[in-house]
């Protein structure tokens, strides 16, 4: 099917979208993860490419093919997502964090295939780096920051928490309690937070959402 044409809103912008989940290796054959499938994360990309911009998707491990016309950029871990992150944010106008970075990561990887032991394991976990932090934190080359807040309840509260925590510009949130909505669903709703102001997107499919979210963005580049 061919997509009618849009606005060239983001003509002559580049943006950075992270996408998809992280891995975090426990030996070399598991890994600690969720179940974020890129798709909203690809809809942006995709959205932000048919308003004209020059997109950088820095990509988790996801089953879904990227859009045309996007340059991809594949990574396993968040360590290896902050290293990306801070090669193309400060070359652009505005970073997207829709990836859903594991928030921790084992302390040491196992050399070789761990063997199974007694009845219980523990594993040791430390905290990964919170890569749109450390993007709204650049002193030189920030990018207008927005970030993404799935959230089971309080969604509103602890989403504006986080923008403000973060130092971001701009966070939408998603209640993820709601059956089907957000984590590896087509569909999606989304409120929209800056610091003075809010905007609901009602329930939609991720890809009309997604140029919503990019159109609410051009307006403030
Ligand atoms: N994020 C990040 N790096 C991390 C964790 C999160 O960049 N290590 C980003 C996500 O990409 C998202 C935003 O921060 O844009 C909010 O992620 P979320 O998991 O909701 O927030 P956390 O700060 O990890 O808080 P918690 O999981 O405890 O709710
Ligand atoms: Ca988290």
Redesign the pocket.
């Known amino acids: 099917c061919t997509q009618p044409s849009q606005p060239q809103l983001l003509a002559g912008k580049t943006i950075t979208i ?1 996408a998809g989940p992280t891995r975090e290796a426990l030996d070399p054959v598991r890994f600690i993860s969720n179940h974020s499938s890129g798709k909203m994360g690809f809809g942006l990309a995709h959205a932000a490419v048919s308003l004209g911009a020059t997109v950088n998707l820095i990509s988790g491990p996801v089953t879904i093919a990227p859009p045309a016309g996007v340059n991809l950029i594949n990574i396993e871990s ?1 360590e290896q ?2 290293e990306q ?1 801070l090669i193309f944010a400060p070359k652009s106008d505005a970073f997207i ?7 921790y990561r084992a302390a040491a990887i196992a050399k070789q295939k761990m063997k199974k032991q007694g009845d219980e394991l523990t594993l040791t976990l430390v ?9 709204a934190s650049l002193t030189e080359g920030r990018p207008y920051t ?6 089971t309840q309080d969604v509103a509260s ?1 989403a504006k928490g ?1 923008l403000s ?2 130092n ?1 510009d701009m ?1 939408c949130a998603n209640d993820v309690s709601q059956n089907g909505l957000g984590f590896n669903s087509d569909h999606n709703a989304l409120t929209l937070f800056w610091h003075n102001e809010q905007k609901e997107l009602t329930i939609d499919t991720k890809s009309a959402l997604a140029l919503n979210v990019m159109t609410e963005l051009a307006k403030r580049l």
Request: aromatic share 6%; with cysteine.
């Open positions: 992270t968040a997502l902050l992150s964090g829709c990836a859903a970075v594991a928030d905290k990964n780096p919170d890569v749109i932090a450390a993007v927005v970030g993404f807040a799935a959230e602890y986080k925590n973060k971001l966070i």
